[in-house]
């Protein structure tokens, strides 16, 4: 395949056909429950949906990767069977994993559909990505946003799989796949159930003063004052006080987004093969921006031309962008 494949994200069966009409080469997507991990409410498709879906973006020549990429509590696999049985019939063009039960499931069950090493599996090293495609057949990796280009460009070389990475939206640093944050306060784990933060959970306090709190399961993740703007309430993300500090300060990580537009080029002379852009929780208007944006500069730099990005701070969360690990130049 050529490099530079874009891959957006679809929270709605309306949103993956803005993503598709907007320019993507593949939409990603899941089903309404646990077996992906973007389970909110409002959220994802029912077969049907998916089905139709399906339809829609083939007759635009576009593709379509289901995630399947929680991991099954003890006694619960069958659930990520059956729709990895699902999307196989509505023809899907690759499943997203983490699991490993789940991917040999489907390596001897649905050989034909093509498997992808979820982000959430965290594979970033030559010998953990090599293990999935000796031992699944795995296609395609989807690497962690801890790396830096030229130890990208390093593992390239060791690997007999595609690289696709992360270019904009959240900048979570969290280890895929490991983060139990959520599960500590709510008892709903993002890795099995599929949910980080959710909703019946989250409730946000008006105060005297005008001032506004955000709370998970009765704590209080985040004040804002009267002139910010309230943000969706998760732990990582949260801003906390302490006997040292008076002042509220993000303990784990500030939001922002994370935004690769100047770093493409380098990206695809590195070896990569697909542009993932996140947001299965935006909107339209988002997923249209966004991906119109991205489309254009892919188009510019195959075509030799200089990329002209449009301004997407105001797309970004948190107001803020960043390059991260990737526009480090030597080994960490």
């Known amino acids: 395949m050529s490099l530079a494949e874009l891959i957006c994200p679809a929270g709605t069966p309306a949103a ?10 593949a939409v990603y997507c899941g089903f309404q429950d646990a077996t992906n991990a973007r389970n909110f409410p409002g959220l994802n498709f029912t077969p049907d949906e998916l089905a139709a879906s399906v339809a829609y973006a083939h007759d635009k020549g576009a593709k379509v990767l289901l995630a399947l990429n929680t991991y099954p509590p003890a006694g619960k696999v069958d659930l990520w069977r059956q729709a990895a049985d699902t999307g196989a019939r509505l023809g899907v063009d690759a499943f997203i994993v983490a699991d490993m039960g789940v991917a040999d499931y489907i390596a001897r069950t649905h050989p034909q559909v093509r498997l992808h090493l979820s982000v959430q599996a965290a594979a970033s090293s030559p010998e953990a990505i090599r293990y999935y495609c000796e031992n699944f057949g795995v296609k395609r990796v989807v690497l962690p ?10 593992i390239r ?13 959240n900048h979570g640093l969290m280890v895929e796949g490991r983060c139990s944050l959520t599960n500590y306060l709510t008892g709903q784990s993002t890795n099995m159930d599929g949910v980080c933060s959710p909703a019946s959970d989250v409730e946000y306090r008006r105060h005297d003063d005008g001032s506004m709190s955000s709370q998970l399961a009765g704590f209080t993740i985040d004040c804002f004052g009267s002139d910010e703007k309230a943000g969706y309430p998760t732990i990582c993300k949260g801003r906390y006080t302490a006997p040292h500090r008076t002042e509220g300060y993000y303990a784990f990580e500030e939001p922002i987004s994370l935004n690769l537009s100047r770093l493409l080029p380098e990206l695809i002379a590195a070896g990569v093969h697909a542009f993932k852009i996140e947001g299965r929780q935006r909107s339209k208007s988002y997923v249209r921006g966004v991906v119109s944006a991205f489309r254009q500069a892919v188009d510019d730099i195959r075509a030799g031309r200089e990329a002209n990005i449009a301004d997407l701070v105001a797309l970004t969360e948190g107001q803020k962008q960043t390059q991260g690990a990737f526009e480090t130049k030597k080994w960490r």
């Open 16 to 25: 993956l056909r803005t993503a598709v009409d907007a320019g993507a080469d």
């Open 145 to 154: 946003r801890i790396l830096t280009i030229p130890e990208i460009r390093e």
């Open 157 to 169: 070389k060791e690997i007999p799989c595609e690289i696709e990475t992360f270019i904009f939206g």
